[in-house]
């Protein structure tokens, strides 16, 4: 539906419903718990991205962190760290360079080799436009490099439904993103 009639369509709805399942969620005890904060999750970070769809970035960034800390309480290591990843890509949006690169790097190393490698590869993505919008060229190329090489057993048929868009054309997407950064971003001398 946001796609159709835009984020402000189903925000309401959206809020409200997320919402009610975090009243569940502070009322569960146990294993419920844990299956109530993976959907806590998944709202959270639909609501984080309805959030920044309407420009609210700080607001979603907040959204992000707490659904990343829900899916983190599921044992859901790939969510938490697409939804950490997430944040760290709308505080690169804000100019919070240094912060995003921090964030992308705790997401890469809670991720290890548990995530799933489509995530693995969309977060060296976008750690590799961090890396460009701090001049850093070698840390960007090397990103890249492992985010392709990812691509490859990305598509396994577990990849998560959140991470679904990730493909060969996203990745050339965040290529192009980090290579304007590396033309425009001056060079740091030693």
Request: glycine fraction near 8%.
């Amino acid at each position: 539906m946001d796609n159709l009639r835009g984020a402000q369509a189903v925000y309401r709805q959206a809020v409200d419903h997320h919402h009610q399942i975090l009243a569940w969620h502070a009322c569960a005890r146990g294993a419920e718990r844990e299956r109530i904060a993976a959907l806590a999750s998944d709202t959270g970070g639909f609501v984080g991205f309805l959030t920044y769809d309407l420009g609210q970035a700080e607001l979603a960034a907040t959204h992000y962190r707490e659904a990343a800390a829900h899916a983190q309480q599921a044992g859901d290591i790939s969510s938490c760290t697409n939804l950490i990843g997430q944040t760290s890509r709308i505080l690169a949006d804000l100019g919070h360079y240094d912060r995003a690169l921090t964030l992308a790097n705790l997401a890469l190393h809670m991720a290890g080799t548990r995530a799933h490698p489509a995530v693995r590869s969309w977060l060296h993505a976008v750690r590799a436009h961090h890396h460009a919008c701090l001049g850093g060229s070698r840390a960007a190329q090397a990103d890249l490099g492992t985010a392709w090489k990812l691509l490859d057993h990305a598509d396994d048929g577990e990849k998560p439904p959140y991470i679904g868009y990730l493909s060969a054309a996203e990745l050339n997407k965040w290529v192009g993103h980090t290579m304007v950064r590396l033309a425009s971003t001056p060079v740091p001398h030693p």
